[in-house]
Nanobody, 124 residues
Framework: QVQLVESGGGLVQAGGSLRLSCLAS????????MGWFRQAPGKEREFVAA????????YYADSVKGRFTISRDNARNTVYLQMNSLKPEDTADYYC?????????????????WGQGTQVTVSS
């Protein structure tokens, strides 16, 4: 089992920045990838970014590429999502997820563990 706890959400004006954190605990050595997903009210959950835990390769949704950066601190078992140039359409609940097995990282159904989410609101 892997437990995930997100933090860092909040209210920010358009153009501002936030950094989300995801602290992993438990059997973290079995993790292949960590991802961030988001879900806006009335919309489906969508992929935001992912990072391969050991190699560090990163993947981004086109909508956040160039504005968001995913990173990890292996020693702290923490994954970060630095969000810059935020837009009102970035408003959503953001979830951290962990995938155990090798494979594609953009589908939420392929992830095994999820955090409780943190809310991000971007005002115009």
């Amino acid at each position: 089992q892997v437990q995930l706890v997100e933090s860092g959400g909040g209210l920010v004006q358009a153009g501002g920045s936030l950094r989300l954190s995801c602290l992993a605990s438990g059997r973290t050595f079995s993790t292949y990838a960590m991802g961030w997903f988001r879900q806006a009210p009335g919309k489906e959950r969508e992929f935001v970014a992912a990072i391969i835990w050991s190699g560090g390769s990163t993947y981004y949704a086109d909508s956040v590429k160039g504005r968001f950066t995913i990173s990890r601190d292996n020693a702290r078992n923490t994954v970060y999502l630095q969000m810059n140039s935020l837009k009102p359409e970035d408003t959503a609940d953001y979830y951290c997820a962990a995938r155990r097995r090798l494979g594609a990282v953009v589908r939420g159904v392929d992830y095994d563990y999820w955090g409780q989410g943190t809310q991000v609101t971007v005002s115009s």
